[in-house]
């Protein structure tokens, strides 16, 4: 793996986040390292707000792409167009409402050199009103920071959020579209990647973006019961 000479294109999906993309835009533009952005692909979900005019007037370090979906297609139709847009070597997949460390790909970079994977997990910190929640949400035995940078992890544990992974896998693997609630393409996708490509997945827990006001205990309970009810026959 040639780590020098890596194409990545960011993925980012957004629905009614004006705000929340402004920020995280603003800290793309603050990343060490990057000689290594190819494209920043913005999908929108069929927002309401001036979130396509943010990214639109972005100053941005690398080329940008973006389609505006006319209406809202959910989050597992928005990710594949933006996969479909790609042309990089690598996709980092972020959300819209988190903001990135300066030395993410840095970061990551330095998994590659300890691990040869096509897939990357990156760690997610928290910040929410409720403390006990907080110290859940971050907890170090939850997640990826059970694992050490290099360590390989299981699959359920890949995500559309904070993932750096090989482009060519998505011309074996399409989502499942019919997937249409909480969670279940990432599921979905995960569980074939490792059937075609077994134990390369991969942590990178100090590659780290935030997020800011999470949902409170009781809604984050709500998604985690939709994830079973629908995903799961």
Not at 47 to 54: L, P, Q, T
Not at 173 to 194: A, Q, V
Request: hydrophobic share 35%.
């Amino acid at each position: 793996m040639k780590i020098n000479n890596l194409k990545i294109s960011i993925i980012i999906i957004g629905y009614n986040t004006a705000k929340e993309l402004a920020n995280l835009l603003n800290s793309i533009k603050n990343l060490n390292d990057q000689k290594h952005l190819w494209e920043i692909i913005y999908i929108d979900d069929g927002s309401k707000d001036e979130s396509c005019y943010i990214f639109k007037t972005f100053n941005s370090p690398c080329a940008k792409i973006e389609k505006q979906l006319p209406v809202n297609s959910g989050r597992t139709y928005a990710t594949q167009e933006g996969i479909n847009l790609a042309s990089g070597s690598w996709f980092l997949f972020l959300r819209s409402n988190e903001v990135v460390s300066a030395d993410l790909i840095v970061q990551f970079k330095e998994t590659m050199k300890k691990t040869k994977a096509c897939a990357y997990m990156g760690a997610v910190h928290y910040k929410s009103k409720n403390k006990k929640f907080l110290n859940y949400l971050n907890n170090p035995r939850r997640g990826i920071k059970l694992y050490n940078g290099g360590e390989k992890i299981h699959y359920k544990f890949l995500l559309f959020n904070n993932s750096l992974i090989l482009g060519s896998v998505f011309a074996q693997i399409k989502l499942n579209l019919d997937l249409t609630h909480y969670g279940g393409e990432e599921l979905d996708f995960s569980y074939k990647l490792n059937e075609i490509y077994p134990n390369m997945i991969c942590a990178s827990p100090n590659a780290i973006v935030f997020r800011k006001n999470h949902p409170d205990l009781n809604s984050h309970c709500l998604r985690l019961e939709e994830f079973g009810y629908t995903n799961f026959k």
